[in-house]
C-alpha cells in the first residue's frame, strides 16, 4: 500500500474551487488545477464526463489515512450537480519531495517497470526542473500550465499557495531512475524556498510504448 495517494478529478471548466475547498476542508493542504478539454464522442465515456468540453482537472496529494475523508468531501461537495459532472479516481504515490524538506522515500514500490514522475514548480521554472531531470537520466517530459488552490494562510501540505501561477512536468522514467531525478530536483534553487514546489512518483503500470514495432 502506497503512503500517499494523488487524488484526481476532472471536471467542467471553472468548478475546481467547489471540490478543492470541500477537499481542503476535510484536511487536505491544496492542490493544484490544470485546464484540459474532452475529446469523447461516445456514450459511455460522456457518462463518465469525457465530452467535447472545456475541463479542469483537480490534483490533491493527502497521506493514505486523510484520502478518504478527502475524497468523499469531494464527492459530497459535487452531489448536487447534474450528471454527467465529472469523474474522480486516486493513484497511489510511493515517494515525493516538497520543497524545503527531506527528501521522502519509501523502498517498498510497487512492483512496475516505470513510475510517473510528476513535478509542480513556480511558473517560469520547468526548464530549470526539466534540465536537471534530464540530467539524472530523465529521457524527457510534458510541461503543462496550472495553478495552485490552497486558500492564502492554509497549513498546506501540498505546498502551494493560491496566488502563483505553476508549471506541472510529468516524466516517466525507469524505476532505477527515479530516486535519482527527484534528488536531483530537491536540489534546485527555486525549490530552496517551502512552499515553492513538489515532486513525488507513482506506479505507471500497464506501461506500453505505442506506435509500430521495428
Known sequence: MSPY????????????????????????GGGTVSRGKGTAANSILQILGFADSDKDLVYILTAADKTEPVLNAMKDAASDKKQPFGIIFTVGVNSFIKAGTVSGRNENMTETTHQLITIIV?????????????????????????????????????????????????????NSKVQPILDAIKELPCLAKPGSGIAFASPAENFTLLGKKK
Open 122 to 174: 513556480n511558473k517560469g521554472f520547468a526548464d530549470d526542473a526539466m534540465a536537471a531531470a534530464r540530467k539524472a537520466g530523465a529521457g524527457g517530459g510534458t510541461i503543462m500550465n496550472a495553478r495552485g488552490t490552497a486558500r492564502p494562510g492554509d497549513e498546506t501540505f501540498f505546498g502551494m499557495e493560491i496566488v502563483p501561477e505553476k508549471d506541472m512536468i510529468v516524466i516517466v522514467a525507469e
Open 5 to 28: 495517494n494523488m487524488i484526481i478529478a476532472i471536471v467542467p471548466r471553472g468548478s475546481a474551487e467547489l471540490i478543492t475547498h470541500a477537499a481542503v476542508d476535510a484536511g487536505a
